[in-house]
């Protein structure tokens, strides 16, 4: 039953709808993606994680658990050393080998999608199927869907953004990702949600032509990134200006409980 | 005839470049546009003279190793700009030019490598090992970024790789300058080498015996072709094909003087460049392609037309 | 007047090898002179050339052209004075015999200079005296062996040399073409006043064509002068270790190879 589950989840792909697997609850659990890491915590299966990424920084606690890598991609020895019964993997292509690799020395893998706040629910409740903790998974689960529900209805655009995540090439982040949500959540409007890739390729020509008023990047540091200073840049007013949003990779670099934390910062960050 | 023919279809490239793009410019407004004048003229410009140095520096070495199928990028220097990119951006290097610079050295470093290799059996550079040298040391250098990436933490480091991929993003009017400054002189040494490399179609031996330096030759050009080629890894990254597919085309029109050769080359790669990069920017709007893929889209099928051509001869 | 190539006494050996290439080896090539080298493989032939032009230096004795070192010579100069047409060529990309012919002008050219009248005439002129005018549109890899051997030799004509020198041009040949090859230079010396110096592995056509014969054996003259100073019979079977009944024809020695029965072959 437990392989037909796990070929069920790697064949749907996008899908994270796990079903109820037969058997005890997973108390021997690595997670290989922080996310994972801060909702196991919050349903309250923290003690019960004996490996982490080492990007797996919060809450505090995951510091005192082993780290088996950076989990990119994951080692699958230092894994099986920590004797788990279940590991939680992002579904990615690496990663389905991974999970493969893992299967066949007899671990127990769940690939779980992550891409877009609406995936924080699902996971929530699979994460709670799979320790027994439905309860708790529940109460957060619902509390995250009523969070990207408002997605449904975000507040009107008082502002434009563009996320760039790298500068050569120039990469934009669009509605494929979590951050488009985290901005549109926040009042700014995505000059790229015309792109469904959640990232994706541009020319610097474009982003000068859309001219948003906030150029976003990933920095957990408050100098102003260097491409700054290049002279094709500053063809963006945005870069002439300026006008940068310098986010924490911890709060910003993925979705997870405290995406709503993020919106509010955001907002911080945007009314300066 | 021919030469007024590529001439146009030269600047109808140029001209394309700087009309056509992802960013709707009206044409009554072209020449006020600042996305036109400091983002797709200089775009255009610096693709012309990468693609055109990238088309001599393949037609030279080409004659150089007597193989039809060298490509400026097999000699290892796109390996070691590669290395120098990323241990640029491990040390967190800072600064604007930081990562061209680094990519240069790294290109420089490579080059001194195989040259030293080739050196091996004496004094004389012997070609094959100059190929299989750049081979082999591009090859290490690709390895040893490869380890680095792996055990770095940064993901900055794997977005290395897509900068390696080749494209002009980076271009700018310092860039046109720098590139314009620095190119004349090494096509010039491969300009001048024209009649020897002709020479050196016949053979090593014969070559000299009609009365090419063929030592010094060797040299120049593999030090002049190496030169335009760690320049143009440098500022836009490994653009594929363009130095190994544009030689031949010109060969088809203006057969195999290298006189009339290494400039149809240059002009015809430099067209070429621009109307990839072109392509590139526009085809998937507003995405834009790696102009390395639409390089090799367009040079796969002409290379293979040319190899029906070959076979046939 | 003084010959055109000379080399007195030259001994040379090739670095870390365990005896001489050439040793004691002289040679004298004037204007209107066909010298033919023969001898067996690795009897020094090829280094013969090499060091007659300046490629390799003599270990001892001297290796001049027109009285001067050969190595003291330009490389461009020297192609100016000297056609080769080396035992190997190999044409990277296909060509046309008027633009092949064309390289052997270079010697005369400069840098940046375009290709003068004179440089086609000289062309024409070239692939006249071989008699390859009506192949000068062909391409190379349609012409038969005999065909791209008169043309290579146009081009070493080309460069309008007082001295030719050819190695084992006749190889790989057939009959009617090795005799039109030797025909042909032949008439060089006799109507352009050429000197040439041919190694070769015909012993009958040098002895037939030629005006001078050097024979080497391991890198030493074992005989030189008129071919029949030069072919008798012991001569020949001591160098070449088979064999032979020596027979005349126009006047020139012509050896013909003995059968060997099983119990007198050494």
């Known amino acids: 039953m437990r392989r037909f589950l796990l070929s069920v989840l790697i064949v749907a792909g996008c899908h994270s709808t796990a079903r109820q697997p037969d058997g005890p609850s997973a108390r021997r659990i690595v997670s290989l993606l922080p996310s994972f890491t801060e909702i196991l915590f919050a349903i309250g299966a923290g003690d019960r994680i004996v490996g982490r990424t080492t990007w797996c920084d919060y809450p505090p606690a995951a510091l005192a658990i082993p780290s088996v890598g950076d989990g990119m991609p994951p080692n699958i020895e230092a894994v099986a050393a920590r004797k788990p019964d279940l590991v939680v993997l992002y579904n990615s292509g690496p990663n389905v080998t991974a999970a493969k690799q893992l299967e066949r020395i007899g671990i127990h893998t769940v690939l779980l999608d992550l891409n877009r706040l609406e995936d924080l629910g699902p996971a929530a409740r699979t994460l709670g199927r799979l320790t027994g903790l439905e309860e708790r998974a529940e109460s957060l689960a619902t509390a995250m869907d009523a969070f990207t529900s408002t997605n449904l209805h975000p507040p009107s655009p008082t502002s434009t953004i563009a996320f760039v995540v790298w500068d050569n090439p120039p990469i934009i982040i669009g509605t494929g990702s979590y951050l488009h949500q985290l901005a549109a959540l926040a009042g700014a409007r995505n000059v790229f949600g015309d792109v469904a890739a959640p990232s994706a390729q541009v020319s610097l020509e474009t982003i000068a032509a859309r001219d948003p008023q906030w150029i976003a990047v990933l920095s957990d540091s408050a100098v102003t990134p260097g491409f700054a200073k290049r002279q094709e840049w500053r063809a963006v007013r945005a870069v002439r200006q300026g006008h940068f949003l310098l986010l924490k990779g911890s709060l910003f670099g993925r979705p997870g409980p405290r995406s709503g934390e993020a919106v509010k910062e955001l907002k911080a960050l945007l009314a300066r | ?313 | 007047m003084s010959p055109l190539l000379r080399l007195t006494n030259v001994t040379y050996r090739y670095p870390g090898a365990p005896r001489d290439a050439l040793s004691g080896v002289s040679l004298s090539v004037g204007p209107r002179e066909f010298h033919a080298v023969l001898g067996p493989n690795g009897s020094g032939k090829t280094t013969l050339v090499r060091v007659a032009l300046g490629s390799l230096a003599p270990l001892e004795g001297r290796a001049d052209i027109e009285d001067r070192p050969a190595q003291g010579w330009r490389r461009q100069e020297l192609a100016r004075m000297v056609g080769v047409v080396p035992q190997r060529e190999d044409n990277l990309f296909p060509q046309r015999v008027r633009e092949t012919v064309l390289l052997g002008r270079y010697p005369h050219l400069s840098m940046w200079g375009r290709e003068r009248a004179e440089d086609h005439a000289a062309v024409d002129r070239a692939l006249a005296a071989c008699d390859v005018t009506d192949l000068a549109d062909r391409w190379l890899w349609t012409l038969s062996g005999g065909e791209y051997q008169r043309v290579r030799v146009a081009r070493a004509l080309a460069q309008e040399p007082k001295l030719l020198v050819l190695d084992e041009p006749g190889m790989s040949l057939d009959l009617k073409h090795e005799m039109g090859l030797f025909e042909l230079i032949r008439g060089l010396v006799d109507t352009q006043g050429l000197g040439v110096l041919m190694i070769t592995h015909d012993l009958n056509l040098a002895a037939r064509f030629a005006d001078s014969l050097l024979l080497l054996e391991s890198g030493r003259p074992v005989a030189s002068g008129a071919p029949a100073d030069v072919l008798t019979q012991e001569t020949v079977q001591a160098v070449f270790s088979w064999p032979v009944s020596m027979q005349t024809i126009d006047g020139r020695p012509q050896m013909i190879p003995l059968r060997q029965s099983k119990e007198s072959r050494a």
């Open chain 2, 1 to 313: 005839m021919k030469w007024t023919l590529l001439v146009i279809v030269a600047v109808l490239a140029l001209a394309a470049s700087v009309v056509l793009g992802p960013a709707a410019v009206p044409l009554n407004e072209l020449l006020r546009s600042d996305i036109v004048w400091n983002l797709r003229a200089p775009r255009a410009l610096l693709a012309f003279l990468v693609g055109g140095s990238l088309g001599v520096a393949g037609a030279s070495l080409q004659a150089l190793v007597r193989n039809p199928l060298a490509d400026p990028f097999l000699l290892g220097l796109s390996g070691g700009a590669g290395l120098g990119a990323v241990i640029a951006i491990a040390l967190h290097l800072s600064g604007p030019w930081a990562l061209p610079i680094a990519a240069f050295v790294g290109a420089l470093a490579a080059l001194g490598l195989v040259y030293r290799l080739g050196l091996i059996g004496g004094a004389a550079l012997d070609p094959r090992i100059l190929l299989l040298g750049g081979v082999a040391i591009g090859a290490f250098a690709a390895a040893i970024t490869t380890a680095i990436v792996s055990l770095a933490d940064a993901s900055e480091l794997r977005n290395a790789f897509l900068w390696l991929w080749g494209g002009l993003s980076g271009a700018s009017w310092d860039a046109v300058l720098l590139v314009a400054l620095y190119a004349p002189l090494p096509l010039a040494v491969l300009l001048a080498a024209s009649r020897p490399l002709d020479l050196l179609a016949l053979g090593e031996e014969p070559a000299r015996y009609l009365g090419a330096d063929v030592e010094a030759v060797k040299r120049r050009v593999y030090l002049a072709a190496s030169l335009l080629t760690a320049a143009a890894v440098a500022v836009s990254g490994v653009i594929g094909f363009v130095g190994l597919v544009v030689p031949h085309l010109a060969r088809l029109t203006w057969g195999h003087r290298h006189r009339a050769l290494l400039p149809a080359a240059f002009i015809g790669g430099g067209a070429l460049l621009a109307i990839a990069d072109t392509l590139a920017r526009t085809v998937v709007a507003p995405r834009e392609l790696p102009v390395g893929v639409v390089t090799a889209l367009i040079g796969v099928p002409v290379f293979a037309l040319l190899l029906r051509r070959w076979t046939i001869a």
